[in-house]
């Protein structure tokens, strides 16, 4: 019989219920016969749901060379004879993608990707600048308001859609599909250079297996005039630890026009970074979640030690004090609120796709809303016990620098002083003699004869020299190693602290890496390439790339990497993915979709933020960074060998359009992609089932483009009880040849 004749005789006769208890027994006359489809009478909801159970079989069909008719029946359930709404869209996905190990590996490998560097290094920085514990007022609503909702919307749509930032974006609406090119490659730019900064701690790693840490002394010459051994004056004028960093590491260039010559100690160490990566990402989801264990516990362990030696030194105390004292009238600043917005933002690893890959090989069960919160409460704790850890040490170095300066200070005055030489030592002989003394003498100037003006500019301040404190590689690499020295057993404290930044670093990378790898796996660009190839690929050719980052230029190329591929691009995707998926995906459906994977439904805190104060913060901050790049201009920090100082110069014409080209590598995907498959260019588009003009009925996306009363979720019924509405039985739906590619 054809289905012609079972349209006519069944379509006016029978009700809905009737039609699906014969559902299969239509199908299997499909089957059988194989002939050209018409429209039937379909309720919306249940056609819409076969319809994606159909094209996902249609897929798996066309692989096979068979008939995708044969595998229309998967949808069917027996015991009721109608369809098996739940699993329809994610059962064939759920056995053939990779998952992790356990839950704790998911979350374990989530908090390594997030918790990087930056919590380290840049975190404690911003609290010291902006009103110490006062910073934390605007840290935490950005987190509430920006940051986990966020979170929660990247993980929650990869594990709906169980696809890489490529296919999630596409299948949202084809248009949006260079929105997840973009993610893959400002992940690739970011982790290209990230890997130079893994570079350099390889090499003060290696640096530390030592007796005395390199950076404990300056270096001697020989003095052409009295022929004897005298420190180095470069070093002297700047610091042991500054003279290490510029010249014994780095030997850097005067400026990014002076390319410099390759170094190859760093290019080594740069080898041995890509080369655990590779082994790392070879392993796959399952294998290398098991590496987590150490990338995210360890820095944990080594924040531990150091806060327990810390604590036991003396000036961790006043470290702490200046930390956390709050200065609540920095919160008029609007920077300290750009700061805090911007933070958040990087320090979760936002826009990036890599949160979508990561939920991709969760169960669809998985509560990713708990899991969401967990990680961005642990990451906010981790910077700030991170900053906690880096004052208490941060506080000791200013203390044993206040003492020095204060004893040489005094013996400099001693003449004016008229000290004799039993009163000199008694002032001098011990660290705390040395600042008592010292504040009677800043204190009451007069009284011992001195002149006004003389500690005017006297460096001999516990506030100057807690300022001191850098952010970034001036933290690590310049004001931390020099705290170190002042520790006993400093050898053993660096290593320990540069195998944590190490494993900081390598978390972050490997969730950078696997979005990009899942993306382009998912995409079935090179179906015949294993993913270990793949992964020799981007881990090889991401090499070459990166010896620019291990010239004698390479400190300024990574910090131009750092301020124009980071920002605005990552603004742009994470604002255009909350209108994608609020707006065009329809905030209904995706709420309808937690509720389905997670038995949770969202409260009205998670509408507000994702529809409107996320996205509006993220247009202020973005629109702010704009206003403050154009008022600074475009410049760097360049070392003076001359002066042992940095200072800042404006980048050149051709370092100017890198600059911008940086900037929009990230968002001219998204505008290409849009009009290629707008215009309908099948042979430009990576996805050329993607390429379909108008977009009405796309058969890869009918499901996410259809109206609002039929909601995209696999409980019809009650999707349809919660919209408050019935479908008309008798509503015409086409469904179309090209879906189950039947022909006589």
Sequence with gaps: MSLRILVDVFGNVLDMEKLRRNSKEMLAEMESSALEITPLRLDAGKYATMRNSAVNNFDKAKEAEDK?????????????GGLDLAGISSADSEEERQGWGSKVQFLLSV???AVGLGNVWRFPYLCQQNGGGAFL???????FVEGIPLCVLELGIGQRLRMGSIGVWSKIHPLLGGLGISCALVSLLVGIYYTGVITWCFFYLFSSLQTRLPWSDCPSTVDMYSNS????TECVASSPTAYFWFRETLDVTP?????GGMQ???AGCMAVSWILIFVCMARGIENSGKIMYFTAGFPYVVLVIFLGRAVTLRGAVDGLRFLFTPQMEKLKDPIVWLDAATQIFYSLGLGFGSLIAFGSYNPTKNKFTRDAVFVSLTNAFTAIFASVVVFAILGFKATVQLENCACREIRELAPILKLTPAELTYATDTPEHCVNYHAMLTKNPSLFHLPNGTFTNSSCSLPKLMTEAAEGTGLAFIVFTQAI???????????LFFTMLLALGMGSMFGNLAGIQTSIFDLKLFPWLKKQVLSAIICAGSFIIGLLFVTKSGLYWIGMFDTFVGTFSLMVIALLEMIAVCWIYGYARFAADVKEMTGQTLSLYWSITLKFLAPAVIVLVLAASIVMRVKNGINYSAYDID??????????????VVCVTLIFAGIIPIIFVALVRKLGLKKLDVDPSMVNTGFSTSTSTTTFMRPENSVASFDFENDVRRSGHEQPHGQYLNIYRPLFHASH
């Design 111 to 113: 908090v390594a990707y």
């Design 643 to 656: 002066t042992a100082s940095t200072h800042t110069l404006d980048y050149p014409i051709w370092a100017q």
């Design 255 to 259: 400026s990014i026009n002076d390319f």
């Design 264 to 266: 190859r100690k760093l």
């Design 485 to 495: 020295v002042e520790l006993p057993w400093a050898p053993i404290w660096s290593i």
């Design 68 to 80: 995708p008719a044969s595998f229309i029946l998967d949808g069917i359930d027996e015991s009721e």
């Design 229 to 232: 051994t005298i420190p180095v």
């Design 137 to 143: 007022i605007p840290y935490f609503i950005m987190l």
